[in-house]
């Protein structure tokens, strides 16, 4: 397929820039889209920020937010892309420029997709200025060359790379509901003591406070086998407990560790498939699990059970450090050794009541690795599909429907 290179100015009907303002924030109100949470082609629903409601038209005046308008980052990052999906009122903070094209020229959906392709991601870099930090000036952002294909290609190509990323968000949408539904068992039979026949079980003093008779404590060596990591081997990659995306929720996996064994400096530093990754630096405490054999950093520890109920262990975690850096030490941030890790305490509750915890919980645990399997298919089937529709590589017109694409 044949394009036209065309200057965004030239495709836009509106461009609202609101860089170099600051609005005061407040914990609740109306959500303020921050370049952080701006992010590989979507708006992440957590870290958001807010304004007060009745400072919105104040702060807005620049021009309002509409669904389907394109969300670019300038600086810190650079690029990332993300199309407004929602209906409901946002406030847009610095370095976020919003992108309304012309409707007669250029489809919404395809301008988020050619924005993310490497062809416009290169043009916008050779843009760039900063000695640290590289940031695109609107004068410059204006001058950047896309891809344009007649109206109706365009509509097509971004069908096609629309229909993996909708089903990508229905089954996240479906791994929430069934992580939600793992962690309400949880709650309610071990955090609330409302398990099968509590009626008739009273609760006794122990070191974590009120327990029901019968149960006991457990320190977590008692429970599960941890591996610390290691120092980095190689500068090539990310080995900080930081580097894996603990914020997207515990099945939302990375690859951001080499996964060969010839990487380890210390024997044995690995993680195993299925192992619970725990942050223990800066902060402490976020959880996430190994999606394949890996080699773990020095800022992660990798924590398998004893006993083989992994998912039990998962949630006693989960629920240990539902608030990050509950424990550790450290003067500029928190930390803790393996001592502090194998010396957690957890209420001790019969091993049959466990057993049958893990046999509820076990079914939806395997349909959430099913469906966070889909999506890494898909998503890998979208990048490759992304940059040769919109460089012309791939004619949209010999390409199926995008069901029977995504069925094939």
Known sequence: MSYQDVKLHDLLGTLIDYRGKTPPKTDAGIPLITAKVIKGGRILDNDHEYI???YYDEWMRRGLPRQWDVLITTEAPLGEVAILKTTEKVALAQRVILLRGDSQKIDQRYLCFALQSPLVQARLNARATGATVAGIKQSELREVLLPLYPLATQRRI??????????????TRRIAILEEMARRIYEEWFVRFRFPGHEQVKTVESELGLIPEGWSTQRLVEAAFVTMGQSPSSEHYNFEGKGLPFHQGVTDFGAHYPSHRMYCTVAGRMAMEGDILMSVRAPVGRINLAPSDMVIGRGLCAIRSRTG?????????????????CMGNGAIFKAVTKQDVLGILFPKAPDALEADFERQVAPLWQSIRNLTLKNRNLRATRDLLLPKLISGELDVSTLPEPEEAIAA
């Open 52 to 54: 007060a409601e009745d």
């Open 158 to 171: 971004a069908s096609i790379l629309s229909a993996y990323d909708d089903l990508i968000a229905n089954n």
């Open 309 to 325: 109920q992994q998912w039990f262990l998962l949630h006693r975690l989960l629920e240990k450090f539902k608030e990050e850096d």
